[in-house]
């Protein structure tokens, strides 16, 4: 089995997870961190497997990993910033 292939079983692991979260209604700070941990996952996998940048030095590298933490970081604080 080469690596795409376990990429994307992973992939579909962590989808089936964070459906399964919401399909049971289990939501709590926990869950919700959870599922944020897993998206970064998620993401990174693609941007590392898929969009072929694990070949890639220097920023064009961390760019990705940081526009996605960037955006995790926002949901976070709407989620559990009070309005």
Known sequence: MDKSTKV???LI???IFTF???WF???SIITISLLL???FIKGHLVIESFMG???VTGKYRYI???WLLVILISISLG???PI
Do not use: H, K, Q, R
């Open 8 to 10: 994307y079983i992973a």
């Open 13 to 15: 692991i962590f989808t």
């Open 20 to 22: 399964s979260l919401g």
């Open 25 to 27: 209604e289990l939501i």
């Open 37 to 39: 941990i897993g998206t």
């Open 53 to 55: 940048l694990n070949e």
């Open 64 to 66: 990705p990993s940081i």
């Open 79 to 81: 989620y559990y910033l």
